[in-house]
């Protein structure tokens, strides 16, 4: 046994040196092609999670020496105190939340969400999954599925984790048997079919001595598959498995001077160049893209998950919490959705109760207006529930103030999450992944209120009229000019058309327009299509007070 | 079409590969610092967005420059929309304190120093108080002073999650109360990368724009961006006191040399913190890609010779939760 471990030794250091001997210029170019895979660990203190993660970072040579000092004893590591010191911190009363670890090796970064077992065990690994690409399961060999192994399996499957590798741990104390490591890797299989997880990689490991850790166990003839970090290094990213076009949620206009208008953002999806054809959202108008300006400059093509500014051909009503999107495949507008949440907070869900959501970079008023079921994460069944306390989930539906621009969660993780802010106390009350979404149609769509001046403009009043009254809309169509007193009429839920004799600019107030300060709406719409009109004001109908280009999107 | 990424030449890295244009782009993939680039300025345009009076907390050294150059890359073509704040403790090294003032006015920021005179007027020291209570009145007090007293709602810091056990699990909008205190049990979960910024009044927001960068990856920034550094991080020969394994720089007043221990040592600091409480490593890393070599072979971790983290175990814990950051 000595000399087998002897000789992985040596050819690990002979692989190092080898490393060492390129120019520091080769080194700084062999870094720069190295990617960034996330993922998560969770478990309780007795399954071997840190002494694995230990494992990983001793064996892969990212520890610092200072730290191997400080957990050695009696000249043996203790590979679970190298990692986080768990019982340690416990016993010194400092918290345990999720923590974040880094290492790298010569083909890759990580970061390692690693989130403890025993307290806020839900919150925490979902917390920790949420973007991750690759979740490690830890099975005790000796004892098989347990709860706690449905458990994480389940989050893991609920917050998108496309590849989940299962670490079937203390195989040196079933004497590395191959049966047991099929009877496990067979109920683990049936597990993920269960949970509908893409993929699920058993490795057969021993943490504490090394085995299929980092290198190859040359002590389980049976498995000839890789280690696990060596599936770490060449897994694929979550982000290359999004299935959507293009999307760049605004989070900014960034305006410096009169000649530049750029809307700055995250692409969550897609690729995007110079001269396509989008779509902005919600107003649905088209139009296509002027430039995408970097701080290198301006690129030819930008794809996510790139921040950048893009700048449009037209002059667009554009701002915070709109979406610029492709035209083939847009999200979907949406109002009402169902969705899985994952409650974090003391004071529980209830049906009815409102909350603010923030999805993308909007963040608006949210009713829960149905709680389905509740998941028994344990038991892999869903139960009907009156609420859900912390850290239960289920499947609500939600009902917005305000549209969002919505994709369901299994196509595209940035744009199908959102979260549930409590209005009293601020805090971050639940998790939420979009299952299904209903449409915004017009059967759906709410009777706006407002005053809208359109001065001489009888043709585009006759028309909006018409288009109106096939919404249901309560429609007044005058030449009284006195607008405080028209006000209270949209108070109570009424829409105005307010006719002048003169040619002024289009001016549209809500019943919240207290100022009397109207949005002024361009002109250029007076030629377009009435449903875009509309669409236009309806936008602004939604729209948070005190708007501006850059407003909170708080609507409060 | 060909996928290149930069129609125009990157004019402001005189030659080097940026980070943003060094990519394989064709294959869509990024790597690991455009990754962090896109996350960390995403992270700054949410935080301008959603909040009233941001300031970025400006402490001089190598990562406080990589969030430079970010914030400026996350407002282009349009300026950076905060003021910085340093914290002055009085005990800086009077390298940091030039470059402060040189860099900051060549970008055309505006700077606020605070610093806590009443405490320095008292002859507040390490020596006499112990690092504790030092970092206590000069750094923890003057910090949450100076963020009070422009209502400062938002404020970025440099830290990162690699540094230290307590920050590895610190949020990227890290929440206090209105007397500016991290509460680690009862922190608001944070998932994908829907960050909740909302507070009441006098609460307020730490953000870490550079949670997830790793050391290697702030160096790696610097030599791919040309991003200027104080030049204490580089080696040259110094005049130190040699104690033991201790290189103590001359310009710490409290300790005086015995005999024989005033030494020319070729030598660097690996961070930047106050002159009494920060030791220099030998070395001979005097340009950026022989430090990051440097930093791939070396053993101790970066903090290692940071007096102010070993008082007593999670000693930054205890610091963060009154307000240090």
């Known amino acids: 046994m000595a000399t087998t471990e002897k000789n992985v030794l040596e050819v690990t250091v002979a692989a190092q040196s080898d490393e060492e001997r390129l120019p520091i210029e080769q080194r700084l170019e062999a870094e720069l092609r190295k990617d960034l895979l996330r993922f998560s660990t969770a478990g309780s203190v007795d399954d071997g999670k840190s002494t694995l993660i230990g494992r990983l970072l001793y064996d892969s040579h990212n520890v610092y020496d200072d730290h191997i000092k400080s957990v050695t004893r009696n000249a043996a590591i203790d590979f679970a105190q190298l990692t986080d010191g768990l019982r340690a911190e416990r016993e010194q009363g400092i918290t345990i939340d999720v923590a974040y670890r880094y290492f790298s090796t010569p083909k890759r970064k990580f970061i390692i969400a690693d989130t403890p077992g025993h307290e806020q065990y839900t919150r925490n690994m979902a917390t920790g999954a949420s973007t991750a690409d690759v979740a490690i399961v830890l099975v005790d060999a000796r004892k098989g599925i347990l709860n706690q192994t449905r458990r994480h399996a389940c989050i893991a ?258 744009t199908g999450s959102l979260i549930l802010i409590d209005a009293v106390d601020n805090g971050t009350a639940g998790a939420g992944m979009i299952r299904q979404i209903q449409e915004a149609s017009e059967d759906h769509k709410r009777a706006i209120a407002g005053l809208l001046k359109v001065g001489d403009r009888p043709f585009l009043a006759g028309q909006l009229e018409q288009t109106l009254l096939v919404t249901g809309a309560l429609v007044l169509r005058t030449r009284f000019a006195g607008t405080s007193q028209l006000l209270n009429l949209v108070r109570v839920g009424a829409f105005i058309i307010s006719e002048s004799d003169e040619l002024a600019p289009i001016a549209f107030l809500r019943a919240d327009s207290l100022s009397g300060k109207p949005y002024e709406i361009s002109a250029d719409f007076e030629f377009a299509r009435p449903e875009e009109f509309l669409a236009e004001i309806e936008r602004i109908a939604s729209l948070p007070t005190g708007e501006d280009d850059n407003d909170n999107g708080l609507g409060i | 079409m060909t996928a290149t990424a930069a129609i125009e030449p990157d004019s402001a890295s005189n030659g080097h590969l940026s980070a943003s244009s060094a990519a394989d782009i064709s294959r869509d993939r990024l790597n690991h610092i455009q990754l962090l680039e896109a996350e960390s300025i995403h992270i700054f345009r949410e935080v301008v967005s959603e909040f009233q009076n941001p300031v970025m907390l400006y402490s001089i050294g190598k990562d406080s420059s990589v969030m430079l150059r970010l914030a400026q890359k996350a407002f282009h073509p349009g300026p950076i929309p905060f003021p910085l704040l340093h914290v002055d403790t009085g005990y800086k090294f009077r390298e940091m304190l030039e470059f402060r003032d040189r860099y900051t006015a060549e970008l055309g920021l505006k700077l606020i120093v605070w610093r806590n005179e009443e405490a320095l007027a008292n002859g507040a020291n390490p020596i006499k108080l112990g690092t504790q209570r030092c970092c206590g009145l000069l750094k923890t007090q003057a910090l949450l002073d100076g963020l009070r007293s422009q209502g400062f709602d938002a404020a970025f810091g440099g830290a990162r999650r690699d540094e230290e056990k307590s920050r590895a699990k610190e949020r990227i909008f890290s929440f206090r109360d209105g007397a500016g205190q991290w509460d680690p049990k009862n922190q608001r979960p944070e998932l994908w990368s829907l960050f909740n910024g909302k507070i009441g009044p006098g609460e307020s927001i730490r953000v870490f724009p550079l949670s997830n960068w790793t050391e290697l990856d702030i160096w790696h920034y610097i030599h791919l961006e040309n991003i200027p550094i104080v030049p204490l991080y580089f080696a040259k020969p110094r005049k130190m006191l040699v104690r033991a394994d201790s290189l103590i720089p001359l310009e710490q007043p409290f300790i005086q040399g015995l005999p024989g221990e005033e030494q020319l040592v070729k030598c660097r600091l690996r961070s930047l913190g106050c002159s009494p409480c920060t030791g220099a490593i030998r070395s001979d890393a005097d340009t950026v890609p022989k430090i990051i070599e440097e930093l791939m072979e070396v053993r101790n971790s970066e903090r290692a010779n940071r007096i102010i983290d070993h008082d007593q175990d999670g000693s930054m814990e205890i610091k963060k939760r009154e307000g240090y950051f």
């Open chain 1, 157 to 414: 499957s609920l917050l998108g984790i496309p590849i989940v590798i299962a670490a079937i741990n203390k195989m040196d104390l079933v004497e590395f048997s191959p049966e047991v490591f099929k009877q496990h890797s067979d109920s683990l299989q049936a597990l993920a079919r269960q949970l509908e997880i893409p993929r699920l990689i058993p490795v057969p490991v021993s943490a504490l001595d090394g085995d299929n850790v980092v290198h190859r166990s040359t002590r389980m003839p049976f498995y000839d598959g890789p280690s696990i970090l060596e599936l770490l290094e060449t897994l694929p990213l979550a982000i290359e498995r999004t299935q959507a076009t293009f999307r760049l949620p605004v989070q900014r206009v960034i305006r410096p001077h009169q000649d530049f208008r750029g809307f700055a953002g995250q692409i969550t999806a897609g690729a995007v160049h110079p001269g396509d054809e989008i779509l902005a959202l919600p107003s649905g108008r088209r139009s296509r893209v002027k430039s995408i300006t970097t701080w290198e400059g301006e690129l030819a093509r930008a794809h996510a998950p790139q921040s950048v500014v893009v700048s449009l051909e037209d002059e667009i009503d554009l701002s915070r919490g709109d979406m610029i999107a492709a035209i083939e495949a847009p999200p979907r507008k949406t109002t009402r959705f169902e969705a899985t949440v994952v409650w974090m907070h003391s004071k529980p869900l209830r049906v009815g109760a409102t909350y603010l959501l923030k999805h993308a970079s909007q963040t608006v008023k949210a009713t829960v207006v149905e709680l389905r079921s509740r998941i028994d994460v344990e038991h892999l069944a869903e139960n009907s529930a009156a609420q859900l306390g912390l850290n239960d989930i289920g499947q609500v539906v939600i009902e917005t103030s305000r549209p969002l621009l919505a994709d369901l969660y299994r196509e595209s993780r940035a």
